[in-house]
């Protein structure tokens, strides 16, 4: 009698026991996907963090340019004011202009190393006509604030240019992108290595070959050879 109440019992419990390991299975189960997930959205803050970090340093380095463009501006409009007193205008011109020049060669020698031969070139040009008597005080404050200017293109510009690049100790022809002064990019002519301009360090660090596509798809929007378009690039940053 008791041996089949047993096997009743047994009867009775064995689906019990079957449903209580498939719930068990699905638990596990739900648990992994709950541990995938939250090591998704783990990576995703992470990335959303960093990103934040470079928004919040290119934040900083725009708002040191429009403090000194302003400083510009301001010191135009102050010139402006004063344009009829001619003889003042004449004896104080000079040492502004004098001043402005070397502001802007300190600016360039601080800032993203692109077109380096241009834009001394410029500055030099610039120096040798302050030098001379058979310009006139108005042609030479043009040719200043046209410097200027060229400056502040440079800021919302895309732009493409060849030149030679030291890599590993060897000099390489290479395609320099410049992606306003957020980024300055280069390329060998075979694709191969690219490499991009630490602002913090203020040296060359190779950048990573999963870059290689959307650097030479830089290149091409910059050379008018592709229609503008979204770039996933990093970007130069400042403390």
């Known amino acids: 009698m008791t041996s089949y109440v047993n096997a009743q019992e047994d009867d009775y419990l064995k689906p019990v026991v079957k449903s209580a390991d498939k719930i068990n299975q699905s638990a596990i189960k739900s648990q992994e996907k709950i541990n995938s997930i939250t090591g998704q959205i783990d990576s995703k803050l992470q990335q ?5 970090k470079e928004t919040d340093g290119l934040v900083v380095y725009n708002n040191q340019l429009r403090k000194q463009i302003q400083n510009q501006l301001d010191e135009m409009a102050d010139l402006n004011a004063s344009i009829d007193e001619v003889s003042v205008i004449e004896r104080q011109i000079t040492p502004l202009m004098m001043r402005m020049v070397d502001g802007l060669e300190q600016f360039i020698g601080l800032d ?5 031969e241009e834009r001394q070139k410029r500055i030099a040009s610039l ?20 410097a200027y200017q060229v400056e502040m293109d ?4 895309i732009e ?7 890599i590993e100790g060897t000099e390489r022809d290479v395609d320099f992108l410049r992606i306003g002064r957020i980024a300055l990019i280069y390329q060998t002519r075979d694709a191969a290595l690219q490499g ?8 060359w660090e190779a950048l990573d070959n999963s870059y290689r596509t959307q650097v030479t798809k830089g290149l091409r929007i910059a050379k008018k050879q592709l229609a503008p378009n979204l770039l996933t690039l990093p970007v130069a940053l400042t403390d």
């Open 48 to 52: 959303f963090k960093a990103v934040n």
């Open 112 to 116: 993203v190393p692109f077109l380096p």
């Open 127 to 146: 120096r040798e006509m302050m030098d001379r008597a058979d310009v006139a005080p108005s042609e030479k404050f043009r040719r200043v604030m046209e």
């Open 154 to 157: 440079y800021g919302r510009t």
């Open 160 to 166: 493409a240019y060849s030149g030679i690049q030291k």
């Open 196 to 203: 991009i301009w630490n602002k913090k360090s203020k040296q």
